[in-house]
């Protein structure tokens, strides 16, 4: 089994920047992914940006460029760095790990409101 423990969601203006951070505990695989998900009001989960343990990374286009998601594997965390925050982004941020099973985070509120 595999904990996250996710923390960083909140309110923020348009233009703003959040950072989100996620940590995993529990039976931690050496190779694994770990990552980032969002799920709007009335909308499908949808993928934001992952990165493996030896650190390839791939990205929603919608936030290319305006997000960053990095990880330390000693630490076993993964990061997200959001920068150019809009209203689109509005979710719950989900954090997600994937090695030998899936697990995800409870989920934290981001808001991108004037």
């Known amino acids: 089994q595999v904990q996250l423990r996710e923390s960083g969601g909140g309110l923020v203006q348009p233009g703003g920047s959040l950072r989100l951070s996620c940590a995993a505990s529990?039976?931690?695989?050496?190779?694994?992914?770990m990552g980032w998900y969002r799920q709007a009001p009335g909308k499908a989960r949808e993928l934001v940006a992952m990165?493996?343990?030896?650190?390839?990374?791939n990205y929603a286009d919608s936030v290319k460029g305006r997000f960053t998601i990095s990880r330390d594997n000693y630490e076993n965390a993964v990061y997200l760095q959001m920068n150019s925050l809009q209203p689109e982004d509005t979710a719950v941020y989900y954090c997600?790990?994937?090695?030998?099973?899936?697990?995800w985070g409870q989920g934290t509120q981001v808001t991108v409101s004037s």
């Open positions: 997600y790990y994937n090695s030998t099973g899936k697990y």
């Open positions: 529990g039976s931690i695989s050496r190779f694994n992914w």
């Open positions: 990165i493996s343990s030896g650190g390839s990374t």
